[in-house]
């Protein structure tokens, strides 16, 4: 079993939807990045949380440290939002990034 | 300006080669990192340095050499280049190790052995 778990790993979506993306992992950790990556291919760090909530502009990202679950939610998905979104806990003992295999998300106008 | 710059950006070379992907942080960070993408897009650390030291070496063949001449700097080199090594490589970095700042990311070096 992997120590992160994303799902769903492909999601399709109107634009306009309300999306979710899930995140578990199994490890201690410090805290979990989410991040993005377009079909060219860079990566983007979106957050970085280690407690409760954050929001940045329609996307919000929520962590729960008991349930080690994480959620990065997008309001009013547009099809500039379709990317690769990749949940990163960062290991509380080694300090490095354990990656997720990626959510595959396609938004259609 | 770009934060993290990697170069080059595409590496075409045949089996058995050697070469360099070079990495820069105009940031002022102190830690920096080498990711690998493989073909199924999974992402593995390989390396990390803080202020020109190595502090994270995960599994990788000893083909893999990395090289910090400064902090700002962290090259990678590979020798004897192996089909397997087919990847795209990401250098990233972030203030310091532990850091509650995100990592930055270079927009990768896509290597392909022939």
């Known amino acids: 079993k992997n120590e992160v778990e994303q799902s769903p790993q492909n999601l399709t979506a109107q634009e306009g939807e309300f999306i979710t993306i899930n995140c578990s992992y199994s490890v201690g950790i410090s805290a979990l990045h989410w991040l993005q990556q377009h079909p060219g291919g860079g990566i983007v760090s979106l957050f970085m949380l280690s407690s409760g909530k954050k929001k940045h502009g329609r996307l919000i990202a929520t962590i729960n440290i008991q349930e080690k679950h994480s959620s990065l939610h997008i309001t009013a998905s547009h099809p500039r939002d379709s990317a690769v979104y990749i949940c990163a806990p960062r290991s509380y003992n080694t300090d490095k990034l354990i990656f997720g295999t990626g959510t595959r998300l396609q938004v259609f106008p | 300006d770009t934060a993290v710059s990697q170069t080059p950006k595409y590496l075409v070379t045949q089996m058995g080669n050697d070469k360099s992907i070079k990495c820069e942080q105009n940031?002022?960070?102190?830690?920096m990192y080498w990711y690998k993408q493989d073909s199924k897009k999974f992402l593995k650390i390989m390396f990390s340095?803080?202020?020109?030291?190595?502090?994270i070496n995960e599994t990788v063949p000893n083909r893999f050499s990395p090289k910090s001449p400064d902090k700002a700097h962290l090259n990678l080199h590979i020798n004897s280049l192996e089909l397997g090594d087919s990847a795209v490589y990401f250098c990233?970095?972030?203030?310091?190790?532990?850091?509650?700042?995100?990592?930055?990311f270079g927009d990768g070096t896509r290597l392909s052995i022939l």
């Open positions: 940031l002022g960070h102190d830690t």
């Open positions: 340095y803080n202020n020109k030291e190595l502090i």
């Open positions: 990233a970095s972030s203030p310091n190790m532990g850091s509650n700042q995100p990592q930055h």
